[in-house]
């Protein structure tokens, strides 16, 4: 099945500092990637959408200077968290979908990065 | 908008105790209604897609159903590693994923 590679599993950093998440589709291209933020006992909320060589679509209310994203090849996606504080510590799960122009096929999702910000 | 609501937020069985995990949906044009596994610090792994009412799929203990309004997962005598978080998420007219807050199963030996 499709696989999605997400690094790392887990970050610890201070206030102020940037720290940059890795998304990879290990087994299949993916033109569109999607960030997500989950709080505990919550829905996955959907950040922004990712394209391969054009510019994230962000959701309203997500700033697109703090969450930086780049979507370089059709295998990575990054999303960097700029100027990182306290309210930012969150799991960031990216997402892909393996077949483009199919019905609404599944996302696959990657496992998620625990980011803590101290 | 496009809504997701599932119930309960948290459902405990004995080892083989079949149920049924809820999930209601209001949304714009279903395009596709999914079901996935959610285990703890761990991403959401895809179960089940369901495109129109009357679907029907299965996995192992699992069945997941689709009416106009809800969908039903349906876990035939589960196990202890049944486990998980489950969630349900729609897409619309507007190709957006909605997803609900997740029904949290725990499954007693």
């Known amino acids: 099945g499709a696989v999605v590679s997400q690094h790392p599993s887990w970050v610890i950093c201070k206030s102020g500092t940037s720290v940059k998440i890795e998304c990879r589709s290990l087994?299949?291209?993916?033109?569109?990637m999607f960030w997500y933020r989950q709080f505990p006992k919550q829905s996955l909320m959907l950040m922004a959408t990712?394209?391969?060589?054009?510019?994230?679509?962000?959701e309203q209310g997500v700033e697109k200077d703090k969450f930086l994203i780049n979507h370089a090849s059709l295998t990575l996606s990054t999303l960097t968290v700029t100027s990182a504080h306290p309210e930012d510590s969150s799991f960031y799960i990216c997402?892909?979908?393996?077949?483009?122009?199919?019905?609404?096929?599944?996302?696959?999702f990657g496992n998620g990065t625990r980011l803590t910000v101290t | 908008e496009d809504q997701v609501t599932q119930s309960p937020e948290a459902l405990r069985l004995q080892e083989g105790e079949s149920s049924s995990l809820n999930c209601s949906y209001t949304?714009?044009?279903?395009?596709?209604l999914f079901w996935y596994r959610q285990d703890p610090g761990k991403g959401p792994e895809f179960l089940f897609t369901?495109?129109?009412a009357g679907e029907e799929k299965e996995k192992e203990r699992l069945k997941a159903t689709l009416t106009k309004k809800e969908s039903f997962l349906h876990i035939t005598a589960p196990k202890p590693e049944d486990s998980a978080t489950y969630l349900c998420?729609?897409?619309?007219?507007?190709?957006?994923?909605?997803f609900g807050k997740g029904i949290t199963l725990s499954v007693r030996p």
């Open positions: 087994d299949f291209q993916a033109t569109t």
């Open positions: 369901l495109y129109s």
């Open positions: 949304v714009s044009g279903l395009r596709g």
């Open positions: 997402s892909a979908t393996r077949e483009t122009g199919v019905r609404n096929s599944p996302l696959h």
């Open positions: 998420a729609v897409t619309g007219a507007n190709s957006k994923l909605t």
């Open positions: 990712s394209n391969e060589g054009s510019k994230a679509t962000y």
